[in-house]
């Protein structure tokens, strides 16, 4: 399975754009790249995924290079509310779940006033 | 209406004792997990159904016994609880061959004294 790394901590302010990069350097040709939000006390959260490119939805932006080696995640004018760790994740999710997701550390973004 | 549920939400327990947790997903998603997540916030699979056929089974101690009545429910019981055995439990539920990722229940917290 593909090791993924990203920072332990980031810290912003309200209204800034916050972009957290995460590094999958061995990262397989059918895997998509997944990242989860985890509030404490809450289960942790599907955000976005892709397989490369671009992806954009209406919480956030995944830029993936075209060698997918790493990804980063860009969340706009953060608030307070997205204070929580986020985990980059790396895996094939089209087989027959025989691989189930591996969970790094996360990065744990704190917002600020 | 709740995706993934777990009960119970919290549980304090005594050494040696046998509990279960129980979780059903209504998202008709055909593969299910146990995650564990410790006192450091490591998030680790333990267990994995499809179709009621287990196929991830982690190094977990034989203590811990997963059960799949069907496909909707996924059950863990654990044996002669331990101190160690402490942590945040997460079920959680996807379906083969969709891109969206896993979605997560709200966890169970067991505390062993």
């Known amino acids: 399975l593909a090791k993924t790394t990203q920072p332990i901590s980031m810290d912003s302010y309200e209204g800034q754009e916050v972009n957290i990069t995460c590094s999958h350097n061995n990262i397989a040709t059918n895997d998509y790249i997944t990242w989860y939000q985890q509030f404490p006390s809450q289960g942790p959260r599907f955000i976005i995924q892709g397989y490369k490119t671009k992806v954009t939805n209406e919480v956030a932006s995944l830029f993936i290079p075209a060698d997918r080696k790493s990804s980063t995640l860009s969340l706009p004018r953060v608030s307070l509310s997205d204070t929580a760790v986020y985990y980059c994740l790396v895996g094939d999710m089209g087989n027959t779940g025989r691989r189930a997701l591996t969970f790094g550390s996360g990065t744990r973004l704190q917002v600020q006033p | 209406d709740t995706a993934v549920s777990q009960t119970p939400k919290y549980l304090v327990t005594q050494m040696g004792n046998d509990k279960s947790i129980k979780c059903e997903q209504n998202?008709?998603?055909?593969?299910m997990y146990w995650y564990k997540q410790d006192s450091k916030k490591f998030l680790k699979i333990m267990f994995s159904y499809n179709n009621k056929e287990l196929i991830i089974n982690e190094t977990v101690p034989n203590r811990f016994s997963p059960k799949s009545p069907d496909k909707a429910h996924l059950n863990l019981h654990i044996n002669s609880l331990e101190l160690g055995d402490s942590a945040v439990y997460f079920c959680a539920s996807s379906q083969v061959g969709l891109t969206y990722g896993y979605t997560f229940g709200s966890g169970t917290r067991l505390t062993v004294v």
């Open positions: 998202l008709g998603h055909d593969t």
